[in-house]
C-alpha cells in the first residue's frame, strides 16, 4: 500500500476540515481516485475540442482565511482510523496542507484586465505522490499512442493543459518523449486499503444524542 498517496486521497475526499470522523465510504471513495484519475487522464487525450470545466462555487476569501488561522481539533476525524500510524499521517497532512494553503492564500496572484485574480495552490506541493502518479500516467498515455500510432504529436490544446500541470520548468519534457523513450511504466492504478471502525464508535455521548433527535 502506497500510504502517502492514500493520505493524500484521503484529504482530497474528507476536505481540510472534515466535520465527521473519516468513514469506510470516505476511504471507498479514496480508493477509487488512483483508477478514476488513470481514466481521466485518457479521455483527456481523447478530447477533440475546448470543453468548459464546471463552474466553481463561489469562495469567501476572508472567511476562509480567518478559518485557516483558527486552530482546529483533528482527533474526532480520525477516530475511526484503525491503525494509528495511518491515523497519524491523516492528521499529519491535514496540518500540512492547511499551513501551505494559508502560506499561499494571499500572495499567489495573477494580475488580469479585471483586477488582481487569486490562485489555487499548486498540487505539487500540496499532493506529490498524486502529482507524480498523473504525471506517470500522462507520460504512459503519450507513449502508448506514439507506439501505436508511429508517429503521434500531442494536439495544442492537450500540450498548452499539460504544460500548466507540470509548470513551465518542465515543459521541454512534454516534447521530448517518444517511442524510444519508454516512460517508468505502471501497470495498474494503485490500490490502497485502510481500515475503519463503526462510525458511531468515535462518537462522544453528546453527539449520539444529537444524532438521536436528528434521526427522530
Not at 23 to 51: G, H
Not at 156 to 172: C, F, N, P, S
Request: aromatic share 8%; hydrophobic share 40%.
Amino acid at each position: 500500500m502506497n500510504t502517502e498517496l492514500a493520505i493524500e486521497c484521503l484529504v482530497a475526499v474528507t476536505g481540510l476540515y472534515p466535520s465527521n470522523p473519516v468513514s469506510s465510504v470516505d476511504v471507498e471513495k479514496a480508493r477509487k481516485i488512483p483508477k478514476e484519475t488513470a481514466e481521466a487522464v485518457r479521455e483527456f487525450f481523447d478530447l477533440t475540442k475546448n470543453e468548459q470545466p464546471a463552474k466553481s462555487p463561489t469562495i469567501s476569501y476572508l472567511a476562509t482565511w480567518k478559518r485557516l488561522n483558527q486552530k482546529h481539533d483533528d482527533r474526532k476525524a480520525s477516530a475511526l482510523i484503525s491503525d494509528h500510524e495511518v491515523a497519524s499521517a491523516y492528521v499529519g497532512k491535514l496540518g500540512e496542507v492547511r499551513e501551505y494553503v494559508k502560506s499561499k492564500w494571499r500572495p499567489s496572484k495573477i494580475v488580469t484586465m479585471m483586477g488582481d485574480k487569486l490562485l489555487p495552490p499548486a498540487v505539487s506541493a500540496v499532493f506529490p505522490e498524486f502529482y507524480a502518479m498523473v504525471g506517470v500516467f500522462i507520460d504512459e498515455e503519450m507513449f502508448r499512442r506514439r507506439v501505436r500510432r508511429k508517429s503521434y504529436e500531442v494536439p495544442y490544446m492537450q500540450e498548452v493543459a499539460i504544460k500548466a500541470y507540470l509548470g513551465e520548468t518542465l515543459a521541454a519534457e512534454v516534447e521530448t518523449i517518444n517511442a524510444e523513450t519508454q516512460p517508468a511504466e505502471m501497470e495498474a492504478p494503485p490500490e490502497f486499503d485502510i481500515e475503519t471502525r463503526d462510525r458511531r464508535a468515535g462518537m462522544t455521548r453528546a453527539d449520539r444524542v444529537e444524532e438521536g433527535n436528528a434521526s427522530g
